[in-house]
């Protein structure tokens, strides 16, 4: 049997006039590549037109459905491909490196990612009794999932952009259709990933509101036993069940967030390496430069000059 007898992403997501019609309305919304946001508040889009290079990124909870091109994500060794076929699910903020794989001009990587609003969820299970099921498990899972995308879930994705057409109608509709996207999730193969930061006192519950207290902290010196007394774990457990989520320790991730807000700073609000480096917590602006170097691949002012030169 050759190649061309065995179906592809692209080849059978094209079968679908379902996918033909969100590759328009997101082409229609994003004008340029980048990310855009849009009416619909937890709603965003992505376009690319190219391939990237491997990218050091954070991505915070939420849904990304593409609807045309491939993206990877790696988490420590793990990696994860998602492209028209196959959803990624982000159960809490975690570090990762991120690389757009298939994109060109005529055919651009375009994405629709949906944030996750844990409050939301809860609500919803206790609404409906089928979205609250199985128990949640007795260890932390993974930070990122991917899962074949089924039927019900492109349906509600593909109402929920096409009211970008009617913005008159989405105040009343779109939290609708977010439930329904959210529900969708909850009954599929990833649902756990959802209940478990539901579920109070939940392992993966608990290292969410650890990663959320390293969030607000990040630029302050945090010790371990803080975290962990803050959370009601031990160091051991806590360590343990934070790097099954992250795939780093709780410092580790502490010093990501760091040189990605400092990255932020030089790009956005033209801060040189130093001050950058100082605003983020780092005393040593040769321990930052050597950091920064080791994640982004160059150290901060030739990084951030080439980022600028690739217009990203």
């Given at each position: 049997m050759s190649d061309l007898d065995?179906?592809?992403?692209?080849?059978?997501?094209?079968?679908?006039?379902?996918?033909?019609?969100?590759?328009?309305?997101?082409?229609?919304?994003?004008?340029?590549?980048?990310?855009?946001?849009?009416?619909?508040?937890?709603?965003?889009?992505?376009?690319?037109?190219?391939?990237?290079?491997?990218?050091?990124?954070?991505?915070?909870?939420?849904?990304?459905?593409?609807?045309?091109?491939?993206?990877?994500?790696?988490?420590?060794?793990?990696?994860?491909?998602?492209?028209?076929?196959?959803?990624?699910?982000?159960?809490?903020?975690?570090?990762?490196?991120?690389?757009?794989?298939?994109?060109?001009?005529?055919?651009?990587?375009?994405?629709?990612?949906?944030?996750?609003?844990?409050?939301?969820?809860?609500?919803?299970?206790?609404?409906?009794?089928?979205?609250?099921?199985?128990?949640?498990?007795?260890?932390?899972?993974?930070?990122?999932?991917?899962?074949?995308?089924?039927?019900?879930?492109?349906?509600?994705?593909?109402?929920?952009?096409?009211?970008?057409?009617?913005?008159?109608?989405?105040?009343?509709?779109?939290?609708?259709?977010?439930?329904?996207?959210?529900?969708?999730?909850?009954?599929?193969?990833l649902g756990q990933r959802l209940r478990d930061l539901a579920v109070a006192d939940s392992h993966s519950q608990r290292i969410a509101r650890a990663i959320d207290l390293l969030k607000r902290r990040y630029a302050e010196p945090v010790r371990v036993e803080e975290v962990a007394q803050a959370v009601h774990m031990s160091p051991s457990t806590l360590h343990h069940h934070f790097k099954q989520v992250t795939a780093m320790s709780p410092l580790q991730f502490q010093k990501h967030l760091r040189l990605h807000q400092a990255r932020r700073l030089m790009l956005t609000e033209g801060l040189d390496a130093a001050a950058a480096g100082h605003q983020v917590g780092y005393e040593s602006p040769s321990q930052f430069s050597r950091e920064y170097r080791r994640l982004f691949g160059a150290p901060p002012r030739a990084e951030i000059q080439a980022v600028r030169q690739a217009g990203a």
């Open positions: 065995f179906p592809t992403p692209a080849r059978e997501a094209q079968t679908d006039p379902r996918q033909a019609e969100l590759i328009d309305l997101v082409a229609r919304f994003t004008p340029g590549d980048g990310l855009h946001s849009t009416p619909i508040a937890p709603l965003q889009l992505i376009r690319a037109s190219a391939p990237a290079y491997r990218l050091p990124a954070v991505y915070d909870p939420g849904l990304c459905v593409v609807v045309q091109g491939r993206k990877q994500a790696l988490m420590g060794s793990q990696v994860f491909t998602y492209d028209p076929l196959h959803c990624l699910v982000i159960s809490v903020t975690v570090p990762t490196v991120g690389q757009i794989l298939e994109a060109t001009p005529d055919r651009p990587y375009l994405c629709v990612r949906l944030n996750i609003d844990a409050r939301e969820v809860g609500a919803l299970m206790l609404e409906a009794p089928a979205a609250g099921e199985p128990p949640p498990p007795t260890v932390a899972q993974p930070g990122l999932q991917v899962w074949r995308v089924t039927a019900p879930l492109l349906d509600a994705v593909l109402r929920l952009l096409r009211l970008l057409l009617t913005p008159q109608d989405a105040p009343v509709l779109a939290p609708l259709a977010v439930r329904e996207i959210y529900y969708r999730v909850l009954t599929g193969g």
